[in-house]
């Protein structure tokens, strides 16, 4: 065919491309929508399966939980905490490494964000709706939970605007609400190409349809759309940053000795996005082998995370350096002793684990061998969520297990429940998520598109185009043809 | 007039790229059509522009709502505060507007983000799940790999003859009129 049909991008986009540059605006569509409603694999099935039995291990547990109180779980004074508060901000991390993809790499301009976004929006707001279940379930009572909100009672009663756990009412909530919205406006478009697909049947085309709103991408429609979208991102940037800030100040707000320190803010920011990135990895790797999205989650794609994953993970080991210094030089014989419990005490085991994984583990991120092996990368990211959880437990669990009166010291075990109802979540998680993987887009169909074109057109063929009058390259049905081959 | 005759609700053209349909919408607008819109697969860049759309008070609307909603979020807590049920803590002042602030700034991004959304909807009309347009052959290509442009009848320069000249000479795939 003719010279210009050859591939046209940029010297560092073709060694290592956020996309594979033999897509079109038709194969990269057909390439995601393809997954959806794809015939049910073994794979999807087992997945989905064990999931599936998490969650009703979930639904067993809580049942448990609210048939005989708070009691079945390992709590008392002085760990009043436990697992239960160990999870919520476990899995609330897990949710900020997608809106940090979604809001800020936009923002920033990072294209290496257009592929990952949707699946990690989908995660942000699946860890979010498991992470909420644990303040209500905890409070006792769960089911008098609206208590915490502002509304017109009998009791004449306001609550308390200036404690952090009020705050972290208002700051979860309009997380998941603005996530919500965030994501289903992306949503929209894509919605709409898969109301547009003749080979779908007339169910999922009017399901669809319904949910697409009636898109039809009038210009003047993507003009409002993209500011929204960007004015969506910038409201979203700074929800990464407060909502763990938020959840760090529960602690801070707290004397307990070990908790009582202005780190936390900063430090638990870092560590949600750490967390978060360590799952975008554990799902991407999994989600691109079986459904062959090695085109467009490319090795630049966990390149990247695996880069930001150490960048925070060292965030994280210079908050443990921080914290352990400051119970030092506090010279309060209280901090200088939750800090040598916490070290040699008889939670050594999680601490030195910590340690291993969220300081050791992520060094191997230094080597470009290891950021590109997916699933070595993969085991690393698995031990980093296992490490972050561990941190969680040390600050929630080992913190209030040793605070300021000797005869109150007292050791905290976690019972089966509280591990069903951490079990249970995970199955919750996974649940929502295969569904999500089956039913929409896990990648935005638009925006990839806006990346072909954007890619394609860098190199200066729209100027070719205008002189030979031809169809662009990147639309070109012969290299359709060479994309399949 | 009888309700069965079918009225024209304009003209179609069908480009195969971003480049050519922005080239179309320029000489359209040059042209003189006011009523002219074009439907693409993913937004391109300057094509509103085009068309002579330049601005939408979205960004107006997010910003009153997220004004808004942080007066909303910090009256609240001063209103409970101060006023509704005072509480004297040991002398500490009952207006302690810093402890206010997460409340105040998370309702300020709750109403801006519901906003943006809403607004972009309300004003693109949308919800509204069938259009005329919808009824151009290979419409539903327009969110795959295709893109229309659209002469519409209420243009005052408005002829099925003309229109269909002339995006037939911007290079149209095809052509079709589309009725209401």
């Known amino acids: 065919m003719t010279t210009h049909l050859v591939p046209v991008f940029p010297d560092e986009d073709r060694r290592d491309p956020v996309i594979n540059p033999h897509f079109t605006y038709g194969t990269s569509t057909d390439k995601i929508t393809g997954v959806v ?29 609210l048939v005989w109180g708070v009691g079945v779980w390992g709590i008392d004074i002085p760990v009043g905490w436990g697992l239960a508060i160990t999870n919520f901000v476990w899995w609330i991390g897990i949710g900020h490494a997608g809106t940090f993809i979604s809001a800020f790499l936009l923002l920033l301009r990072q294209e290496w964000r257009t592929s990952i976004n949707r699946f990690a929006e989908a995660m ?13 379930l905890h409070l006792g009572r769960p089911w008098l939970f609206y208590f ?41 478009p894509d919605l709409a190409t898969l109301r547009d697909q003749k080979n779908r049947s007339l169910l999922s085309r009017k399901v ?14 993507w003009h409002r759309y993209h500011k929204a979208y960007l004015l969506l991102a910038g409201l979203a940037a700074p929800l990464v940053v407060s909502v763990h800030s938020v959840v760090g100040m529960d602690f801070s707000g707290g004397i307990v000795p070990g908790w009582h320190s202005t780190i936390f ?47 925070t993970g060292l965030i994280v080991c210079y908050g443990y350096y921080t914290e352990t210094f400051q119970g030092w030089y506090s010279g309060s014989p209280y901090e200088i002793g939750m800090m040598h419990d916490r070290w040699f005490g008889p939670y050594w085991p999680a601490w030195w684990l910590i340690i291993f994984c969220n300081c050791v583990v992520p060094q191997f991120f230094w080597s470009y061998r290891v950021r590109r092996s997916p699933w070595l990368l993969f085991v690393l990211a698995n031990f980093i969520q296992l490490g972050m959880w561990l941190e969680r437990f040390v600050i929630v669990c080992q913190s209030l297990h040793h605070d300021y009166l000797p005869s109150k010291w007292a050791m905290y075990y976690p019972t089966i429940w509280d591990w069903a109802t951490l079990a249970g979540t995970i199955g ?15 990648i935005a169909v638009a925006e990839i598109r806006e990346l072909v074109h954007k890619k394609a057109s860098a190199e200066g063929t729209a100027a070719a185009v205008r002189r030979t009058g031809m169809a662009p390259p990147w639309n070109d049905p012969q290299r359709e043809v060479n994309a399949h081959e | 007039m009888s309700k069965h005759v079918p009225k024209i609700y304009g003209v179609v053209g069908e480009f195969s790229s971003a480049e050519a349909i922005l080239e179309a919408a320029k000489h359209a ?17 300057g094509l509103a522009e085009a068309l002579n759309f330049y601005r939408s008070p979205v960004a107006l609307c997010t910003l009153l709502a997220g004004i808004l909603g942080g007066a909303t979020g910090f009256f609240m807590c001063w209103y409970a505060n101060v006023i509704s049920y005072a509480w004297d803590v040991g002398g500490r002042p009952r207006n302690s507007w810093p402890a206010w602030i997460p409340i105040t700034f998370e309702l300020t991004v709750l109403f801006a983000a519901l906003t943006a959304a809403i607004s972009m909807l309300v004003l693109n009309g949308l919800p509204r799940l069938h259009h005329p347009i919808f009824e151009t052959p290979h419409f539903t290509d327009a969110s795959r790999d295709r893109f229309f442009l659209c002469i519409e009848a209420k243009d005052p320069k408005f002829t099925p003859e003309t229109a269909t000249t002339f995006l037939t000479h911007q290079g149209a795939l095809a052509v079709s009129e589309v009725m209401e």
């Open chain 1, 428 to 442: 919750l998680f996974f649940t929502l998520f295969f569904l999500f993987c089956r039913y929409l887009p896990v």
């Open chain 1, 148 to 188: 915490v909100f502002p509304y017109p009672n009998t009791m004449d009663l306001w609550p308390q605007f200036r404690s952090p756990l009020i705050w972290d009412v208002f700051a979860v909530s309009t997380y998941f609400t603005v996530s919500l919205v965030f994501w289903y406006v992306g949503l929209i």
């Open chain 2, 29 to 45: 607008t040059e042209a003189g059509y006011t009523h002219a819109e074009a439907y693409t697969p993913f937004p391109v860049e």
């Open chain 1, 208 to 221: 669809y349809g319904f949910l697409a709103l009636g898109w039809r991408g009038a210009s003047r429609h």
């Open chain 1, 265 to 311: 803010p900063p430090y638990f920011v870092a560590g949600a996005i750490y967390s978060g990135f360590a799952m975008v990895v554990a799902l991407a790797v999994p989600m691109r082998a079986i459904y062959g999205l090695h085109g467009m989650i490319t090795n630049k794609h966990l390149d990247n995370c695996a880069k930001l994953m150490l960048v």
């Open chain 1, 37 to 65: 409603h794809q015939p049910v694999s073994a794979a999807w099935l087992f997945g989905f399966g064990i999931s599936f039995l998490g969650l009703m291990l979930f639904n067993f547990a809580v049942t448990w939980l």
């Open chain 1, 124 to 136: 942000t707001l699946f860890a979010v709706a498991c992470a909420g279940m644990f303040p209500l």
